[in-house]
């Protein structure tokens, strides 16, 4: 998933489709309630039938965003790569569909690279980047305590002093 998706001339569905061809229309709404996606869906003229202009010019960022990670998860992958793909998002939303794809898809590997540290504070393991050295890999809590890198990026971002 990459930071930018893009979104194909067609449907909605067909735009889902596109990571698996059989998918029934059961699957795209299930997909698109893990991705944050159906309530926007459901309101759009044709629902899963709605047209999306080339490069989903017609639909905001977050819901591009949306639509994209929802043809990921019906790709029905191993691992799922999220390039910073929450970027898009409002924190609400992000929380949402993060805990609803650790919830539904728990047998497939998620590896987030993230910029906004309350996208990632729940991470089994986060590793720590500085000039595309790594200089840290924990929890949340053990690189509060052990690495000065990311203790300056959650004050930074969170305001609060870590």
Known sequence: MPQRPFLFSGTVASNLRFGREEATDEELWQALEIAQGRDFVEEMEGRLDARIAQGGTNVSGGQRQRLAIARAIIHQPDILVFDDSFSALDLATDARLRQ????????????????????????????VLEDGRMVGVGTHEELLESSDTYREIVESQLGVEA
């Open 100 to 127: 609803a794809l650790w919830r539904e898809l728990p047998e497939v590997t998620k590896i987030v690279v993230a910029q906004r540290v309350s996208t990632i504070t729940d991470a089994d393991r986060i590793v």
